[in-house]
């Protein structure tokens, strides 16, 4: 299967500030990414398809102003939380796949103080 | 609108036996089922998937069983190891929809017990 790789792996900030995670995909060549979270004890929810050279497609209820998301490369892309609030502590997880398999990095803990 | 239920926060079995996860849907487009492991602090594993057009999938220790018509699969590992303690998630997708948009269960906290 892909390797998938994020950084950083774990990351805290202030209320305010912006934060970028960044999503590898090693050994795939990825046109499509995902953007997941997860809430603790809760499932995995996707948040917006990341798509190469262009603009990402998000889900209902996610905010496109608030996470940036840029798919500059087929290896690279990379999820910004702009003006994070605690309610944006979670964890973030990206994804690559094909037809019948996705592959999912490490994941990123986000804790806004 | 949870569309893949997963009742069972949490599952506990003895070393050797036989843990099985259950897995509800609602969604009838539904036509591709995955099952993933996860440690804490890490990404999902792919364990094993089944197409809508059949009801078994086998891979080791591992069987994934599909009931169309309940809208329920489940996931049998036998027998159970102690490095099978992780959460387990199901998730399903459309495969007309696009072949990669998955949605996932809540996840059975599965601990196997020496």
């Given at each position: 299967g892909a390797v998938v790789s994020q950084h950083p792996s774990w990351v805290i900030c202030k209320s305010g500030t912006s934060v970028k995670i960044e999503c590898r995909s090693l050994d795939f060549q990825a046109t499509t990414m995902f953007w997941y979270r997860q809430f603790p004890k809760q499932s995995l929810m996707l948040m917006a398809?990341?798509?190469?050279?262009?603009?990402?497609?998000?889900?209902?209820?996610?905010?496109?102003?608030?996470?940036?998301?840029?798919?500059?490369?087929?290896?690279?892309?990379?999820?910004?939380?702009?003006?994070?609030?605690?309610?944006?502590?979670?964890?973030?997880?990206?994804?690559?796949?094909?037809?019948?398999?996705?592959?999912?990095?490490?994941?990123t803990r986000l804790t806004v103080l | 609108d949870q569309q893949v239920k997963q009742n069972s926060p949490s599952l506990s079995v003895q070393e050797g036996r036989i843990s099985i996860l259950n897995c509800d849907y609602t969604n009838s487009m539904f036509?591709?089922?995955?099952?993933?492991?996860?440690?804490?602090?890490?990404?999902?594993?792919?364990?094993?998937?089944?197409?809508?057009i059949k009801d078994k999938n086998e891979d080791g220790r591992f069987t994934v069983f599909l009931n169309k018509s309940a809208k329920h699969l489940s996931l049998h590992i036998v027998p159970s190891q102690p490095g099978d303690s992780a959460v387990y998630f199901c998730a399903a997708k459309t495969l007309a929809e696009g072949a990669q948009k998955l949605v996932f269960g809540q996840g059975t906290r599965l601990t196997i017990n020496p």
């Open positions: 398809t990341s798509n190469e050279g262009s603009k990402a497609t998000y889900e209902q209820g996610v905010e496109k102003d608030k996470f940036l998301i840029n798919h500059a490369s087929l290896t690279l892309s990379t999820l910004t939380v702009t003006s994070a609030h605690p309610e944006d502590s979670s964890f973030y997880i990206c994804s690559v796949g094909n037809s019948n398999e996705q592959f999912f990095g490490p994941g | 036509d591709y089922f995955l099952w993933y492991k996860k440690y804490p602090a890490e990404g999902p594993t792919f364990l094993i998937s089944i197409s809508s």
